[in-house]
């Protein structure tokens, strides 16, 4: 039996309060409701998908790394790392695998600090704005990009 494609979702600091905080921006979707439609989504996009999250720089750069060794794809949303962490882009663009950029707001509707991503200049693509939305398009494009 041939092995799935396997997808690493990341989400970073805050999203774990997906539901109550700012649900005028970021939805009522809750970080494990998400996780569960990624789940879902890559299933029926024939990948194997495991989430995780984050508030720890660091945590995230250690996961992208491992993530040269057992993933074919990454989906991230660095949230407020998108604007701060050069380190995380770093991680993303050492370890060579499709990345697409994630975000559940428009961030460039919002304040103008969140406008520049450091993640974007080494992602694949990069879809905001569209809710949890975005992240079945992500797998999508991932899943296509696999299949060549």
């Given at each position: ?83 701060t962490?050069?380190?995380?882009r ?59």
């Amino acid at each position: 039996m041939a092995r799935l494609p396997h997808i690493l979702v990341l989400n970073g600091p805050n999203l774990n309060l997906l539901g109550t905080r700012e649900p005028e921006v970021y939805g009522r979707t809750t970080l494990a409701e998400l996780e569960e439609f990624c789940r879902t989504s890559g299933e029926a996009l024939g990948l194997s998908v495991d989430c995780r999250q984050s508030n720890r720089e660091g945590e995230l750069v250690d996961w992208v790394q491992e993530a040269r060794d057992s993933a074919q794809g990454l989906v991230l949303n660095p949230a407020g790392y998108s604007h701060t962490s050069v380190a995380l882009r770093d991680a993303v663009s050492a370890v060579g695998l499709p990345l697409i950029e994630v975000h559940l707001s428009n961030i460039h509707r919002r304040e103008s600090f969140r406008h520049h991503s450091y993640i974007s200049a080494v992602a694949e693509g990069v879809i905001c704005g569209l809710g949890v939305e975005g992240y079945r398009l992500a797998l999508q494009a991932l899943a296509q990009k696999l299949k060549g």
